[in-house]
């Protein structure tokens, strides 16, 4: 029998790409429903969780094989690596709301209460739309603005969104109890430990058994949720926190290595080189030539 390739888009109907750190996208339903005659079929999406909040309208969202009914006004909180899909009523309106795991892990680690929302799929009835209206257009003012501080206040109306979305949560009924949802937690408990150990180049088999599950599981969530390996997060955090280094910092190149736990800062040179694709110091001239340049432009009129 051939196998069904379920598709994986970065938003529906773009190609896969990794999501920034703290990548943040708001559009609404009709965008891509009305074009596709009100009917998305199903997919996933690697490392992006998604709200959708319905204030006309309706449909069914079809999450791994389940199928559940919604009425606006509503929400449906869906975890990265779910398959899921919607048939919407002709003409319902409302917004879609996209997050990356990194930026929501960050927004957890103020407020841990925030942390159960996208262990599974879950439908929201008892939505105080007159309470989230407002919110979601201030974050899409700061979405589609260039103000001051401008990252900072995403993180804090994202936030305000966010903790609407867990009251509402308490007292709904049971969620449907879709196995990315249990990926995703250990995709997320994964994530706090890379965060914790990343410098010290700690092996894959001390992260699994710190977490208390075997490789082969830990493999499967990161497959499920991010469309990667263990070692590729790992990577990436290292990779990531090398390039603040470079950026934001004077300090040499071996230091950096030594502080991201390599033992030979060569090593790490040709590691960052085959990763990012210049050599650590090519990176560091390059970002700070292009800050310079930002500096100088015009701004306007």
């Not at 974050?139 to 804090?156: K, P, Q």
């Not at 430990?193 to 977490?211: G, I, K, N």
Request: charged share 25%; aromatic share 6%.
């Amino acid at each position: 029998m051939p196998t069904t390739v379920v598709p994986r888009f970065f938003l529906y109907g773009e190609p896969p790409r990794a999501p920034e750190d703290r990548f943040l996208h708001m559009e609404e339903i009709d965008d891509r429903a009305r074009p596709a005659a009100w009917r998305i079929l199903p997919h996933a999406h690697a490392d992006l969780h998604q709200v959708l909040m319905a204030r006309s309208g309706g449909g069914v969202i079809e999450a791994e094989g389940e199928t559940l009914a919604f009425a606006a006004p509503a929400a449906l909180l869906v975890p990265a690596g779910t398959v899921h899909g919607f048939r919407f009523e002709a003409g319902t309106a409302g917004k879609v709301l996209t997050l990356s795991e990194p930026l929501f892990r960050l927004i957890v680690r103020s407020d841990p209460a925030l942390g159960p929302l996208f262990e599974a799929v879950r439908r929201l009835s008892a939505i105080d739309g007159a309470a989230l209206g407002p919110r979601l257009d201030a974050l899409a003012d700061e979405l589609a603005g260039g103000a001051t501080a401008r990252r900072g206040a995403l993180v804090a109306h994202v936030t305000l969104v966010l903790v609407a979305l867990a009251r509402a949560r308490e007292g709904e009924p049971t969620p449907l109890q879709t196995q990315p949802g249990q990926h995703a937690e250990i995709v997320a408990r994964f994530r706090e430990a890379v965060e914790e150990s990343f410098h010290t180049q700690a092996e894959l088999d001390a992260y699994c058994r710190r977490l208390g599950i075997t490789m082969g599981r830990l493999r499967l969530a990161c497959r499920a949720v991010a469309d990667t390996t263990p070692g590729r997060i790992v990577t990436d955090r290292v990779m990531l926190e090398a390039r603040r280094a470079l950026v934001y910092s004077d300090r040499p190149v071996c230091d950096i290595a030594y502080a991201l736990g390599f033992t030979d800062p060569a090593y790490f040179a040709r590691a960052f080189a085959r990763d990012v694709g210049q050599s650590p110091t090519s990176f560091r001239r390059r970002s700070r030539a292009m800050d310079a340049t930002a500096t100088l432009a015009p701004t306007g009129d």
